[in-house]
């Protein structure tokens, strides 16, 4: 190689590697869109515009929420996956936009693992398993007495098969050796009325949605699918108790398209950790949806989906469910 060669070669090695970072302390200088696959007024809704609020703030430019609802989180999935990688678009993603949806359907129109690169945690989202006031069942065990005593007899509501709370239902069933009627609903919130209402049993859902109702004494939690007992639900066991181990629960994170700059991916988790790390927002997030501990840093966030995606392959594996 003659000097000229050596120097030109150089010289675009060093532009390269100066180019992102340069560049990326400009960034922001235009507003930033936060895609979400859950429509407005939702509890995700809600995180999203409370969280891009603070963002903003520390960014200096807007933080635009778009509402691509759904598809089973395909809808939203696909526009943040499809956007430019320029650093201006990110996604508001779900444990099933992310995981799930890997392992229970055959023609996503994006790919979880290829289409997105990890930028922070928002929080995870815990699940419980609820009756109505009034219910025989006092606790876990004596719905699974029941269970055994008449199999298939048990109905539990949830949002349908390829949901989480689904999962989580056949789940139980399978780990618990009990037959059950696993009711699907168009929405959580209509499973909470009949809940209430006493049309049906039982209950698995987030905890957000059934909070006010075990608030108001409507509903009773007889365990939470947490590892541990969660804040403000202290008198609630976990199913833990019952089967050891078992540690299940939703989560959120933000992702930004394959491709987006590493120093504005770094710059963003930063401030998303600040934003997240405030008692205060951790105080209002944890009443509408998921307990917080910051943003983590972006190689935790990677390793979190690896295992994730490993445990959810199993999971699938071991309850014979194929993707459709």
Known sequence: MNRRTFTLTTGA?????????????????????????????????SMARMIGD???RRLNQPIVVENRPGGQNAIGAQAAARSAADGYTFYFATAAALVMNSYLFKNLPYDPRKDFVP??????????????????????????????????????????????????????????????????????SAGVTDTVGGQIEVLVSDVPSVSQMVTAGKLRPLAVTTAKRIAGWDQVPPVADTL??????????????????????????????VVLSDKDMAARLLAIGPMTDGAGTVTQMGGMLDAEHSRWAKLTKDLSIAPE
């Open 13 to 45: 090695a060093l532009l390269a590697t100066w180019m992102p970072t340069s560049w990326a302390q400009g960034w922001p200088d235009k507003p930033i869109k936060l895609i979400l696959s859950q429509p407005a007024g939702s509890g995700a809704d």
């Open 54 to 56: 603070q963002l903003s």
């Open 119 to 188: 930028v922070g945690m928002v929080g995870t989202v815990p699940f419980t398993i609820s009756v109505n006031a009034g219910s025989k069942f006092q606790s876990l065990g004596d719905l699974v007495a029941y269970a055994k005593a008449n199999p298939g007899k048990l109905a539990i509501a949830n949002e349908g098969p390829k949901t989480f709370s689904g999962m989580i239902t056949r789940l139980l069933a399978a780990q618990l050796g009990i037959e059950v009627n696993s009711v699907p609903y168009a929405s959580v």
């Open 244 to 273: 050891p181990g078992f540690n299940y629960a939703g989560w959120i994170g933000i992702v930004a398209p394959a491709g987006t700059p590493s120093a504005v991916v770094q710059r963003f988790n930063r401030e998303l950790d």
